[in-house]
């Protein structure tokens, strides 16, 4: 800023970089209904998932230009809402299922380290990241009444507040998207709710939003990545998830985990959770330097990017529950 | 190239701050300032002690979509965000800085949110921009639904104000001050220069500038905050010395008068010495480029020079009273 | 210092003297805001004589600013925009004056939170930048009322001094409704335990100023016959006598406004001029109100009686 001769390093913000796959397949997220309905869910599900995944490779490495393109997949566990079986019960088993179908599942993550990772509390810098796209009119002034723990596609219904004496209420108006061709498809997520006591739980979409951002290579906390792939202990799997690391990987000669654009093959039972995970995405103001970095990481390699963040997810929804 | 720069480079920059006396009876230290500044959790504060105290918040978005304003009246949509930060000097002045920048021209229609959150702080307007009447515009403040990036320093301001930190108890009265600027580009290769540093109504000043293409709109708005510090310290001293009665008659009758009998100038100027005198330092924070714009003003009127002149008042008025009456051939006044 | 003039009817010359009180302080050089909170009827604008000034704020006013409609509500400088001749010529060395004027036809509303926190803003930030600021509360138990008990217990306004006048005129019915309006179980000392207060802090910050009160000994009942000096006497006691009973006895009186027509008829700010050289206005009653505003940071007319 002054003199390049006198620094400080506390005024002196610096982002560390993550290295890059082009592309991070997600093989699957797992419930405890899915768990429930026993390994021939399992076997179904990883069955359905196989020509997708082809596919999906298929489409990184003419993207590429013919070079062998870095991919990496990935598989998520909910360990959040509910707590059910334990890493040294279920990954074997998942690992052996995957295989089956002839997938590698390079890097399995635990959802709820997407609420607070280690002592970061992603969930929370993200949620201080959201920048609401502002309705046509928008011109600087607060909107009255945020509602907070919500984040819609446009514009919400007037609420009816108590008028001023002698003033008429205001008659009902539909809510509208702010990007609809013509007609609003109007959608208001719920971001988390706080029960009594004060205890936030983050909403499933918007985890779900803050795993596409750790895939993406987008999220720091103070200029450190968040989400660094640990390798499995030589014990091999814990009895509690909690002694599981956030992220860990499962195939040593694995691409990196996070990449330039990610696909997701799910159940289409995803759609409307999906679906607010892009409207969560599109208000969402990533960490700049990471942005920046991708940005000219890619530009070196000559692989095409798309500016906004939504735009680099993309999805398989395949038949089915 | 980064996505925020592969944008059409600006051709006008603007930008609104308000300066106010942080209301607490101590300076905030450090560490409190970091809190106070804490405005993301995944992102540092900036903290900085040479050559003096000195923090600042990360940027922070507010999405805008609305004409601007315009001083021919032309009507141009523009859509993107506008940054704001603050910052703490010293623990005791704190700042909010909304900054924008508007580029030549701009798609005919709204993008998709994201393609505006890739390029913080731009504004896209719709076709061509007019840049000289909306830099006008802007000075001159925009009428009732037009862009007014003084709302969003003003929210940032409110935010921060209701800061569990801050007791309430600001040491002496004063007032926020409000500093709206522009930058538009320098002809041909010429350097930065300040074309007019007005002060509008009581609390409002204007700045208007040129700078050399490419000069990020960040080092201009750290420079207009430096300018609108400074212009704080110098009209809260000038007021501070205006509201005291020198000659005779009976004192003001200030509410809260101090529990001692110190007379009342004493008892008006001692926090001004206690909280403001040391704040001076023009520059601490300009970037390098901008720096010398600083010259215009200690040339004419006279910044630095007009501040020398207020401390020396206040410290022969402390000075004056300190001097035991027995000794004094006549009592100062009051 | 924070000073609310509540009253419980209209027509007790609340607003009048309210403003009267501010103006008195601006001239002995006092930074004085006056806010106009009386929603029902916002009237400051005709005591300062500001129409003008007023009828270019009717959107920006106080009830858009408590609604978020306007990030700062307006602001009107009394010397530099009255209509008022005198008051142009802003005296030597008196301080500002400023009116926070509320909407043209603003009404009554309910407030709810965010205006809760909108009024601790403006409150701390007023206080931040003037030495005395009125604010004007509509009559009765109104919103008002009730927000700025809610906003002085909150605890960004810990370290905020305030206190009120309540304003009544000097009659049976006026005596027993002020005491209600304070007294009461959801009057302003009950309402204000509610919302976080402590009891005696608030009591010993309520006083009463008893307006429009006809003084026996004054020359404008000297051509009454002595029956009726003699009447007006013994109503003047029983009115004491009520008074005290009901807990607004002289004790909490932080002053006495002679009855005036000026005050009444025309609701105006009263100058030296009105009582030197046109002598339209008495003189005791411009000695009152510099009384009254000089008692109003004199800790010794203050605390528990």
């Known amino acids: 800023m002054t003199e390049a001769v006198f620094r400080e390093t506390a005024a002196d913000p610096r982002t560390q970089a993550v290295p890059l796959a082009h592309l991070s397949i997600e093989l699957g997220h797992l419930y405890m209904e899915d768990f429930e309905a026993g390994p021939e869910r399992l076997r179904q599900h990883f069955a359905q998932v196989r020509p997708w995944v082809d596919a999906a490779r298929a489409a990184a490495a003419a993207r590429a230009g013919g070079k062998r393109p870095r991919v990496s997949t990935c598989f998520l566990i909910d360990d959040y809402f509910t707590r059910f079986s334990s890493p040294a019960e279920l990954v074997p088993l998942l690992l052996a299922e995957a295989d089956r179908a002839g997938l590698v599942i390079d890097y399995l993550a635990r959802e709820s380290g997407c609420a607070v990772a280690g002592k970061v509390p992603v969930a929370e810098a993200v949620a201080g990241r959201i920048v609401e796209s502002p309705p046509p009119g928008s011109y600087g002034l607060r909107p009255p009444a945020a509602q907070t723990g919500w984040l819609a596609n446009g514009e919400r219904s007037p609420v009816a507040r108590a008028p001023q004496a002698m003033k008429k209420a205001a008659v009902w108006q539909p809510p509208t998207e702010t990007a609809a061709r013509r007609h609003s498809v109007f959608l208001d997520v719920e971001l988390w709710s706080d029960d009594p006591d004060g205890h936030r739980t983050w909403s499933c979409p918007f985890l779900a939003a803050v795993w596409q951002l750790a895939r993406l290579g987008l999220l720091r906390n103070e200029g450190e990545p968040v989400f660094v792939p640990q390798p499995p202990t030589d014990r091999g799997f814990p009895d509690d998830w909690d002694e599981l690391p956030p992220l860990i990987r499962l195939n040593p000669r694995a691409d990196p985990f996070a990449a330039y654009r990610t696909c997701s093959v799910l159940p289409n039972r995803f759609l409307p959770v999906e679906h607010a995970v892009r409207v969560i995405l599109d208000q969402t103001e990533v960490d700049r330097g990471a942005l920046r970095q991708v940005a000219e990481r890619s530009a070196r390699e000559d692989v095409a990017v798309p500016d906004s963040v939504a735009d680099r997810v993309s999805y398989v929804f395949y038949a089915g529950s | 190239m980064a996505p925020h720069e592969s944008a059409p480079r600006a051709v006008l920059a603007g930008g609104e701050i308000r300066t106010c006396l942080l209301p607490a009876r101590q300076a905030l230290d450090v560490r409190a300032a970091a809190q106070l500044l804490g ?179 960040a080092d201009v708005a750290g420079l207009c905050d430096d300018l609108a510090l400074h212009d704080w310290l110098l009209t809260t001293l000038v007021r501070l010395l205006d509201g005291i009665r020198l000659g005779s008659g009976p004192p003001p009758a200030r509410v809260g008068p101090p529990a001692d009998d110190r007379p009342a100038v004493v008892a008006a100027l001692r926090p001004a010495v206690d909280h403001l005198l040391h704040l001076w330092m023009p520059r601490a924070r300009v970037a390098k480029e901008l720096a010398p714009l600083w010259e215009a003003l200690e040339e004419r009127p006279g910044f630095t020079r007009q501040w020398q002149a207020l401390v020396q008042r206040i410290r022969d008025q402390l000075t004056l009273h300190a001097i035991p009456s027995l000794y004094r051939e006549v009592e100062p006044a009051p | 210092m924070l000073v609310f003039a509540a009253s419980d009817k209209g027509g007790t010359g609340r607003s009048v003297t309210s403003a009267n009180l501010a103006y008195q302080r601006a001239l002995t050089g006092d930074h004085v805001a006056y806010v106009d909170f009386d929603f029902g009827s916002p009237t400051a604008a005709a005591v300062f004589d500001v129409p003008g000034a007023v009828r270019g704020t009717e959107e920006r006013g106080l009830h858009s600013y408590l609604e978020g409609e306007i990030a700062e509500p307006a602001r009107i400088d009394v010397w530099r925009q009255t209509e008022h001749p005198l008051l142009r010529a802003r005296p030597n060395q008196s301080g500002r004056l400023v009116l926070f004027p509320g909407d043209a036809g603003g009404g009554e509303f309910a407030t709810d939170e965010d205006a809760l926190e909108r009024c601790i803003d403006l409150l701390l930030r007023l206080n931040g930048e003037f030495d005395l600021i009125v604010v004007d509360l509509s009559a009765g138990r109104s919103y008002a009322v009730d927000m700025v008990l809610a906003a002085t217990a909150h605890p960004r306004m810990r370290n905020v001094p305030f206190r009120w006048l309540v304003f009544h005129r000097w009659t049976r019915q006026h005596v027993i409704a002020a005491s209600g309006l304070v007294h009461k179980e959801h009057g302003i000392i009950g309402g204000g335990v509610e919302r976080g207060h402590d009891e005696g802090a608030l009591r010993a910050a309520i006083r009463f100023v008893r307006a429009a009160v006809p003084d026996p000994e004054s020359p404008l009942w000297s051509q009454g016959s002595p029956a009726q000096a003699a009447w007006m006497q013994s109503c003047d006691e029983a009115l004491r006598r009520l008074a005290a009973e009901h807990r607004i006895g002289d004790s909490v009186v932080l002053g006495v406004v002679p009855l005036e027509p000026i005050l009444q008829w025309r609701e105006q700010l009263i100058t030296e001029e009105d009582v030197l050289s046109t002598q339209i206005a008495n003189k005791e009653t411009l000695e009152a109100l510099e009384e009254i505003a000089r008692r109003l940071t004199d800790d010794s007319y203050w605390g528990q009686p």
Not at chain 2, 54 to 78: E, F, K, Q
Not at chain 2, 79 to 86: D, E, I, K, P, Y
Request: with cysteine; aromatic share 4%.
């Open chain 2, 39 to 217: 405005l993301r959790a995944d992102e540092r504060v900036l903290l900085s002690e040479r050559p003096n105290l000195y923090a600042r918040s990360p940027d922070t978005l507010t999405g805008i979509d609305c004409p601007l304003p315009s001083a021919n009246g032309a009507h141009v949509r523009a859509v993107g965000t506008v940054a704001a930060r603050a910052a703490l000097t010293e623990g005791r002045i704190l700042q909010t800085s909304a900054y924008f920048r508007l580029p030549a021209s701009g798609p005919d229609q709204r993008q998709p949110w994201g393609h505006y959150l890739v390029r913080p702080g731009l504004l896209e307007p719709f076709g061509k921009l007019p840049h000289e009447a909306v830099a006008q515009g802007v000075l001159d403040g925009g009428r009732h639904g037009e862009l007014d990036v003084g709302l969003i320093a003003g929210g940032l301001l409110t935010r921060l104000l209701r800061h569990p930190l801050l007791d309430q108890r600001p040491p002496l009265r004063s007032r926020p001050t409000r500093l709206r600027w522009v930058a538009l580009p320098a002809e041909g290769d010429q350097g930065p220069s300040i074309e007019r540093f007005t002060l509008a109504e009581d609390e409002l000043r204007t700045v208007r500038l040129r700078v050399p293409e490419g000069t990020p709109p």
